[in-house]
């Protein structure tokens, strides 16, 4: 994940291979957490049934929802579980993309105004940081800056987290020419683009890319993630694979898989996760887990209507999903442990949720509708 946003550590926890059976028949279908779910009482009295506590209802009260001190950072409390909160809304014309975070804001790409744009956790200080360019896809942030793809002159460009100054610093031309897709942070950039390569810069000052994976009619690279020692890459053949920096020592991770297309991925300091969607939207698709080492690939949750991405907090892992179908909002932000994954709604009535990261307070995520994707808005939601 990105570098400033942190990866956790995890202790003494191991991957269990009858996860996924379980979470493949008992995916959860309801809007808000159930008993024994993460948002369980805490102390506030018995909520489900209206009791108050020492710190009132809890039922209703967004500083104490289902629980004393648990805060719905801005959203409402409804029957005892934080309610979603608009940051961005559509109505302030923009097309909020890819998201990533520091301590305080949100960074979003804008590609209908062509812009990198920032807002704080709280919804306030919403500004364009640069408006010089085509901005859609392939968003990082450091602690040096704001690392992003400009797909009008095919580069990977850099600012500063508090300005652009006269223009972003062009740090590497995409030697294809294609448009940048995804890109991951460590002591330098390694990038994927649309033409099926994948690019490295060995240091993040900018240089010539050196070519890891060159589009010859293999699997197309669609996200890629460091941990600062290996890459892990996400194909459209269905398959997750990690790679030395140099782009050596290739190790499949994924094993066999039921349907054909990794999207998202996300790693922290134990495994390597992926969402598998089908090319077509037709079939349901899965959440996956596998040892960073390749060890005990399977399933974390099945029966997943078209998901999309996914994050780690090195607790939990966090995943949207879309839905079938282009009617109604049927899309959703869904959460569980990967010890024992018994997925939590977190969010459902969305209309298209597509990028999710993740603090130790709420999750974020982008949210599309209307036509092509526009309107479209950031949300958040607070951690069970």
């Known amino acids: 994940m ?87 809304a559509g109505s302030q014309g923009y097309r909020p993309w890819q998201l990533a975070l520091t301590a305080t804001a949100i960074y979003f790409t804008d590609s209908i105004n062509g812009q990198i744009a920032t807002v704080n956790k709280d919804g306030t200080g919403l500004r364009a940081l640069d408006s010089s360019g085509f901005r859609d896809n392939a968003l990082g942030l450091d602690d040096a800056g704001v690392f992003f793809s400009d797909l009008n002159d095919n580069a990977i460009v850099h600012c500063t987290l508090t300005s652009c100054g006269a223009g972003p610093t062009v740090l590497a031309m995409v030697p294809s020419g294609g448009d940048v897709i995804a890109l991951a942070l460590d002591q330098g950039i390694t990038f994927a683009d649309d033409m099926c390569d994948l690019y490295r810069l060995p240091a993040k000052l900018g240089g010539n890319p050196t070519t890891l994976i060159l589009a010859d009619g293999g699997p197309c690279p669609y996200d890629v993630k460091s941990d600062g020692a290996h890459l892990y890459v996400a194909e459209d053949n269905g398959h997750v694979i990690r790679m030395d920096l140099d782009g050596g020592g290739v190790l499949d991770l994924s094993g066999a898989q039921s349907v054909p297309l990794a999207n998202g991925l996300a790693i922290d300091s134990q495994a390597v996760y992926w969402v598998q969607q089908d090319p077509g939207f037709a079939l349901p698709g899965t959440v996956n887990v596998a040892g960073l080492d390749g060890t005990n690939p399977h399933v974390l949750a099945g029966n997943q209507p078209n998901p999309e991405h996914i994050v780690s907090d090195g607790t939990n892992v966090y995943w949207t999903t879309t839905g079938f179908g282009s009617s109604g909002n049927s899309g959703k932000v869904m959460m569980c442990s990967p010890a024992n994954c018994q997925p939590v709604t977190l969010a459902s009535q969305q209309a298209d949720p597509q990028y999710i990261v993740v603090d130790d307070q709420a999750a974020y995520w982008t949210d599309f509708d209307g036509v092509n994707n526009f309107p479209a808005t950031v949300m958040k939601v607070a951690k069970p």
């Open 2 to 88: 990105l570098a400033c946003s942190g990866i956790l550590g995890i202790d003494n926890r191991t991957l269990d291979p009858n996860a996924g059976a379980d979470a493949a028949t008992d995916v959860a279908t309801t809007d808000a957490p159930t008993e024994g779910s993460p948002a369980g009482d805490g102390g506030g009295g018995d909520a489900r049934n209206g009791e108050t506590g020492p710190c009132g209802d809890t039922t209703s009260d967004t500083h104490n929802c289902g629980r004393c001190g648990h805060d719905c950072l801005g959203g409402a409390c409804t029957a005892s579980v934080c309610q979603p909160v608009t940051l961005v």
